[in-house]
């Protein structure tokens, strides 16, 4: 398993492209992985044959792991297989012995259960639900019965185990009034991907490690949604559009080279700050949250952006990102506006020391002039490292950005 990302500490084969027996050739595509944050492919780093598929599609491994063996037609092989087969679990390792040994009785239920091929999660969960193990066909390596295979079977309705009966315990009717349960299984474990394994790491070397303090700010945001109607209408012929997000994104950038102590990364020792601007725009996928990154956009005209992005956060969902694409950023925003959430605080994506979370714009009551009047407003909260941005700076920074969003021409100034 190669490290496919600066980040990735295991990987998840998704597919593989060839087949045990295949031949195969330096450098072709023989797998495609899940990494933490896409599906990236796997190439041979020799010539030979596919001898040996040791994880098969769907399974993970950690970096480094061998996860199929490319060799000679007569190559020995049986090491690599015999490392992947691993010992097999204590129920199963018993069962066997009590056969072999001639110890093992074939009368009752609970020696007939224990000869059943099952993971010990199989077991338990079968043991809960009262499902019966022997009336359930596994799909794992060779015909053991594994969790799925058990909630597969709850859901269709397994005959339940009678346990009473199985120890010589008389069943007697009862006359109470009868009890009604759920059915089905009462929680469902599901399995952490690659993205969200890394999500939970890298949160807790942040929100932990990370002194965290946040500014929050209101913009009027009239002037900038009339320039995106305006830039809209010039953009229509060409089949082309913004969003008001793209304008968040150039006016941030162009905030950040006013601030460029707010353009930092923390590195322990040292704090770098970058000449460039590398706006990092938070991606919601099926798994988690990705950022792709926006390069140099304080260079970039908007609609440059906005297709920019559009292209990107496609590719995220498709998990068709390459490394350099999503890292690098300088600074973070996200944006959760468009789910009608008005202000929240975003948690900093270290080595960063800043990201900037964007609400929606809402219509409210503004006094001016000793007038009521309605105007659109949004918030926008910047979250600092402590270590990297002080208040006063932080406070300068953002005061920067509602100007420009205010008044939308100081963006190309």
């Not at 099952?118 to 043991?127: K, M």
């Not at 968040?248 to 905030?255: S, V």
Request: charged share 25%; glycine share 10%; proline share 5%.
């Amino acid at each position: 398993m190669e490290a496919l990302s600066p980040t990735m500490e295991e990987g998840q084969v998704v597919k593989w492209l060839k087949s045990e027996g295949d031949d195969v050739t330096n450098g072709e595509i023989i797998a495609e992985i899940e990494t933490d944050k896409a599906t990236m492919e796997l190439t041979a780093r020799g010539d030979g044959v596919l001898r040996a598929i040791l994880v098969s599609e769907g399974g993970t491994a950690p970096v480094g792991e061998v996860i199929a063996v490319i060799g000679a037609t007569d190559e020995d092989i049986s090491a690599f297989q015999k490392a992947a087969s691993g010992p097999s679990d204590g129920a199963d390792a018993a069962a066997q012995a009590a056969v072999a040994s001639g110890s093992g009785t074939s009368a009752g239920a609970p020696a007939a259960e224990s000869r059943i091929k099952a993971s010990p999660l199989a077991r338990r969960l079968a043991t809960e639900s009262g499902a019966e193990l022997s009336a359930v066909s596994g799909t794992g390596p060779a015909g053991r019965i594994v969790k799925r295979d058990v909630e597969a079977a709850i859901a269709a309705g397994s005959p339940p185990a009678a346990a009473g009966q199985d120890a010589g315990i008389p069943v007697v009717p009862s006359t109470a009034a009868p009890v009604l349960f759920p059915t089905g299984a009462e929680f469902v474990d599901a399995p952490l991907s690659q993205m969200r394994k890394t999500i939970a790491r890298r949160l807790t070397e942040s929100i932990g490690p990370v002194p965290h303090f946040f500014l929050t700010i209101e913009v009027d945001m009239g002037r900038a949604m009339e320039a995106r109607r305006t830039i809209n209408t010039m953009l229509e012929r060409e089949g082309r559009k913004i969003s008001l997000n793209d304008l968040i994104i150039r006016a941030t950038a162009a905030a950040l080279k006013r601030h460029p102590a707010c353009n930092a990364h923390w590195l322990g020792d040292s704090i770098r700050h970058f000449n460039r601007v590398h706006i990092g725009v938070a991606v919601a996928v099926e798994d988690g949250l990705i950022t792709p990154i926006i390069r140099d956009a304080d260079l970039k005209g908007v609609a440059h952006i906005g297709a920019e992005v559009r292209e990107l956060a496609r590719r995220a969902r498709e998990k068709k990102l390459q490394p350099d694409e999503y890292t690098g950023a300088t600074f973070s925003i996200s944006n959760l506006g468009m789910f009608g959430i008005h202000e929240f605080t975003a948690v900093i994506n270290p080595p960063e020391a800043g990201i900037l979370a964007v609400g929606g714009v809402e219509e409210v009551p503004v006094v001016e002039a000793g007038e009521v009047v309605i105007r659109n407003r949004m918030k926008m909260t910047m979250s600092c490292d402590h270590r990297v941005i002080d208040g006063a700076l932080g406070a300068a920074f953002l005061v920067t950005l509602k100007e420009m969003l205010e008044e939308p021409t100081a963006i190309l100034v």
